[in-house]
């Protein structure tokens, strides 16, 4: 299942490889072309060393404050800003020699003398023996600076084309890995010499940015994915892997609940709360997911708040979507729960049928009693089971899908209806001391009936086989869902 991860799985392939090597990053302004070179030097095992002829040394620090603590570690900074005049200057100490540099027969390592001096420098750094990794950012700055207003006149001992080819030439002459950033994403030379290509995009999906990375080349390496959804938060580049919707979810861990707030149901996770709230005792919450979501992705959110309702002493009532079963519930919970507190603490309603040697069969609804008005049938076992221990400090929850509420209306016509259930809805909050969860497609009449009670409103959708939330009420930014770890139910990633 999808992980929060420090680089795309293929760009750490691609850092194993042998140098020399050479990999172009691209990209607008802002779309986190420097905070992934610094992800690239961090994770990079030899000599790191850090070109910049955007922005200075100090900013650098100031801006990246995991940066600085890496420079003890071994990362060097050359700052391009404080040097000289560049090739115009450099031209015209070299003028003696002007016509053996142009002649084309001329020697490689006379022509090297042209390139930027930090160039120069950054390479009489490196070893013959020892890999290092060189970033050059930006690449347009430094050369930009370095041919000066010779470029524009025709003036120049050299063009930028010669510059550009010369540097990889020089670079590839020892174990160097460059990074080579441009803010230029038309097509150019530099695309047919480079070994790996990455291209950064900022983007608005529902109001709300979107951060892509795309992997256009990375020569040795299969690409499995070609795109990555990352985040910028806290100056750090974090991306997400696929999410796998086949794997199996469990509940926990559980966050602990750092203080008791009455009047609200604790829902097992730290980002849950940060960025939605804890969900108020006889208040409703909608999940509304994309059709192209796996309910896989709603049930590892959802879960870690029904375990912490079982774990502190109340109860769950589930109307479960077709093809989940009782024993499929449970293995959800099992890590978190004992099982014979999961058969007393739970009840669902379900279109599976069930045999009555079934170890779950107890917490099956089976009464098909109807009753009379808006509610529908099966009702009272169900608000019967929720209200029966009236206690505010041990709250109940309901689980709804509306997949199962139109599978159950199929087979019995009237029992739901988008007509009756806000009225089967404020029942339950009414008379037992819950909280309601209601997931559907956003397009569903089901949701459109009870939408106007929510009090939370969370959209789930799905792009490139990953997984955004976002909230609608309360607002929030875009999130990337990926799997926990050892002391985590999930992770939510802010795109920012």
């Known amino acids: 299942m999808g992980a ?18 050479t990999l172009l990053i691209r990209g607008a302004p802002g779309t986190g072309k420097t905070t992934l070179a610094l992800a690239l030097l961090r994770a990079f095992p030899g000599k790191r060393i850090y070109v910049t002829g955007r922005v200075s040394a100090d900013e650098i620090s100031r801006d990246y404050p995991d940066f600085a603590s890496n420079e003890a570690g071994g990362v060097t900074l050359v700052d391009d800003r404080q040097r000289g005049k560049g090739l115009a200057s450099a031209a015209k100490a070299l003028n003696a020699v002007h016509k053996l540099i142009a002649d084309p027969n001329a020697d490689e390592d006379l022509r090297s003398l042209l390139l930027p001096s930090e160039v120069l420098d950054a390479w009489s750094r490196s070893s013959s023996t020892e890999p290092v990794m ?8 430094i050369v930009e600076k370095h ?23 020089q670079m590839n002459e020892g174990p160097v890995f460059t ?61 997400a892997g696929h999410f796998d919707s086949q794997a199996p979810i469990h509940a926990g861990p559980l966050h602990p609940e750092p203080h008791h707030l009455p009047g609200t149901i604790w829902p097992g996770s730290q980002e849950y709360a940060e960025f939605f709230g804890r969900p108020h005792i006889g208040r409703l919450t909608l999940v509304e997911k994309d059709h192209e979501v796996s309910d896989n992705a709603v049930r590892l959110v959802i879960a870690p708040l029904i375990a912490s309702v079982l774990v502190n002493g109340g109860r769950t009532f589930g109307v479960l ?55 529908g049938h099966r009702t009272p076992d169900a608000l019967r089971f929720l209200s029966e221990k009236q206690d505010p400090t041990h709250p109940n929850l309901s689980v709804v899908w509306t997949s ?3 599978a159950l209306d199929a087979r019995e016509p009237g029992a739901y209806t988008p007509e009756n259930l806000p009225a089967i809805a404020q029942m339950y909050l009414r008379h037992a001391v819950m909280h309601m969860v209601i997931i559907g497609n956003p397009d569903d009449a089901f949701m459109d009936a009870v939408r106007p009670m929510a009090e939370t409103r969370i959209a789930v959708s799905a792009r490139n086989g990953r997984v955004f939330l976002h909230g609608i009420d309360p607002p929030t930014p875009n999130l990337l869902l990926s799997t926990g770890d050892s002391g985590s139910p999930f992770r939510l990633l802010r795109v920012v």
């Open 147 to 169: 041919l000066g207003s010779r470029s524009a006149t025709g003036d120049a001992p050299a063009s930028r084309h010669d510059i550009e080819r010369w540097l990889l030439d």
């Open 404 to 406: 199962a509420l139109q």
């Open 321 to 375: 979507p077709p093809r989940l079963s009782p024993a499929d519930v449970w293995r959800i919970f099992e890590s978190v729960v004992p099982r014979d507190e999961f058969l007393r603490r739970v009840r669902l309603e379900t279109t599976a049928p069930i045999d009555e040697e079934d170890e779950f069969h107890s917490i099956v609804l089976h009464d098909r009693t109807s009753t009379t008005g808006a509610v």
């Open 179 to 239: 990074v080579i950033i441009v803010e230029d994403r038309k097509a150019n030379h530099f695309e047919y010499l480079v070994n790996g290509i990455v291209t950064l995009d900022l983007q608005t999906t529902d109001d709300r940015p979107e951060r892509w990375l795309h992997i256009e080349k990375l020569r040795g390496v299969r690409i499995a994915s070609p795109a990555y959804p990352f985040s910028l938060e806290s100056a750090r580049f974090r991306c």
């Open 134 to 141: 060189v970033v050059l950012d930006s690449w347009d700055a």
């Open 4 to 21: 929060i991860l420090d680089l795309p799985v293929e760009l750490s392939s691609f850092l194993s490889r042998k140098p020399p090597q």
